[in-house]
């Protein structure tokens, strides 16, 4: 299963890369989880630079939205696309809703909240 994760670098800044959970070096860390919040955003919605305030999934239901980075790129989320949002330091990252439709989400906190680095 193919995951985007949302982390901070070393730079401060925010970046994002897909990891396939099987190649995770402790994949247990990612299956516990502590509870689910549906949210509804509307068409337009823009969140400016923000941080994570714990480590969370967030699947997109429906609808579609951009992920903007510290870079200057903006990245396109859509309906079934998984991330695992772990930028809890630095700049953070920018939010809007896309699409004419509202953005439904699912977060879905974890319950071991230490950030482990890919190898």
């Given amino acids: 299963m193919i995951i985007t994760r949302i982390y901070t670098?070393?730079?401060?800044?925010?970046?994002m890369e897909d990891f396939d959970l099987a190649d995770h070096p402790n994949p247990?860390?990612?299956?516990?989880?502590?509870?689910?919040?549906f949210r509804s955003h509307e068409p337009g919605r823009f969140s400016d630079w923000h941080r994570e305030s714990r480590r969370n999934y967030i699947i997109t239901?429906?609808?579609?939205?951009?992920?903007?980075?510290?870079?200057?790129?903006t990245h396109k989320i859509g309906p079934g696309r998984v991330m695992l949002v772990e930028d809890l330091t630095g700049q953070g990252h920018t939010t809007r809703v896309t699409s004419s439709l509202p953005r439904v989400t699912v977060a879905i906190p974890l319950a071991d909240q230490t950030p482990t680095p890919l190898v």
């Fill in 61 to 73: 239901v429906s609808g579609e939205g951009e992920i903007g980075l510290g870079d200057g790129t």
């Fill in 28 to 37: 247990e860390s990612l299956l516990s989880v502590t509870s689910l919040v």
């Fill in 9 to 15: 670098g070393d730079d401060g800044q925010s970046h």
